[in-house]
């Protein structure tokens, strides 16, 4: 059902975002928005020409925010949850039974900017959990859930040779620092990356 779901916001254009009429306060995620905003009768959405019931909408809202908030990006990057899965395999653990503390770890040593950097000492985004279509390793376009965030522009990340190109013309070019920072804030946010 939450695939559908995902799938059905994709082919009318629409994003998880427009699930939720209003955020109510600053900071709400999508689930609290869509309790509030449903709490009284607990209805379903008509989603083209599916509908679907209160309780597939929360588990979706509820799989696909994650750790949300709406923030400014300076180089997307995306890490697929298969990749995520099988680092953590490898170690015997678990995403779900990890504290924040531990994804936050995890994610700033694959590249994400999670976490306070020894250079500015401030903390540089926040990352969402979505479904998305992304590019695989082998190359190929897969769905599936994905991290989205921002990638590390520190000088360990840049030199550690897993930095991409966008962040090494970021650290190093000013006019494209600029250029890149506005073609990041088109959909990426707004809608589920197609």
Known sequence: MKNNIAVALLEQGMCAEDLVKVYHKDGDDLVKSFKRDNEQNRRGKKIGDRY????????????????TKKTDITIAKIIPFDNINKHLEEQGKDWKEMSQRDKNKLLYSAGLAVMKDKENEEVNSRYEVREMYYRGEDNKTKYGMCVVGSERIDKE????GYASDEAKLYDSDATMRDQLRNMQKSELWGCIVK
């Open 52 to 67: 679907f019931s209160y309780e597939a909408i929360l588990e979706y809202l509820e799989k696909a925010s994650g750790y």
């Open 157 to 160: 990340w840049l030199q550690s």
